[in-house]
């Protein structure tokens, strides 16, 4: 699809969505969504609608320019959202929103697919030693990812100890019970008199 037939489904979509959606109307009087409801949704329209409009973005996506990358983020961001909203309309409203942003990110300079071409460069192939040794690894693995390894490792060695504390898990494991420190003896006998 080219500028042109992009921009047409856009304000195509952006024109149907108060006839699928009317209640939307009440949101441009209110600014809230509280009185936004689901009583006159076309249903089945509204789910033609909502694949209609992700293709669209996500075909703008895939031109690669960072604008409509991010849009399309923020679009998952909005569907994953409306699973705790009141009313279906209120995403066909955001996504809208959201439509009427992609068709005037097509004018500006920013939007310009052929301007904006950000397709990673490919990376340099990584050719794989012969064994993997631990010098290899600390030339070819990033420092955060050593970092969170051994976040791991050391969670992972706190939750095992402080488990071991458990009656079930000691029951589990045959290990034998603690026994109580010499401080402890001296403070549980009583003194002889």
Do not use: C
């Not at 699809?1 to 047409?8: A, L, V």
């Not at 409801?37 to 996506?61: G, N």
């Not at 052929?114 to 794989?128: G, I, M, S």
């Not at 990033?142 to 976040?151: D, F, R, S």
Request: aromatic fraction near 6%; glycine fraction near 4%; hydrophobic fraction near 40%.
């Amino acid at each position: 699809m080219n500028k042109d037939e992009t921009r047409r489904e856009l304000v195509r979509l952006v024109a149907e969505a108060p006839r699928i959606a009317p209640s939307i109307a009440k949101y441009e009087q209110s600014r809230t969504y509280g009185s936004v409801t689901d009583e006159s949704l076309d249903v089945q329209a509204s789910q033609r609608w909502e694949l209609e409009a992700a293709a669209v973005i996500s075909q703008l996506a895939s031109s690669g320019a960072e604008v409509y990358v991010g849009l399309q983020a923020q679009y998952a961001r909005i569907k994953d959202e409306s699973k705790r909203y009141h009313s279906r309309s209120i995403l066909v409203h955001q996504v809208m929103q959201l439509l009427t942003s992609a068709n005037e990110l097509l004018s500006s300079p920013m939007g310009s697919v052929e301007a904006t071409q950000t397709k990673r460069a490919p990376a340099k192939d990584l050719e794989l030693p012969q064994k993997v040794t631990f010098s290899w690894l600390f030339k070819h693995v990033p420092v955060g990812l050593w970092l969170a390894a051994a976040a791991l490792l050391l969670g992972a060695f706190a939750a095992g100890v402080r488990s071991s504390e458990l009656s079930f898990i000691r029951e589990i494991f045959a290990l034998p019970k603690t026994h109580p420190t010499s401080s402890d003896d001296a403070q549980a006998k009583p003194a002889k008199p």
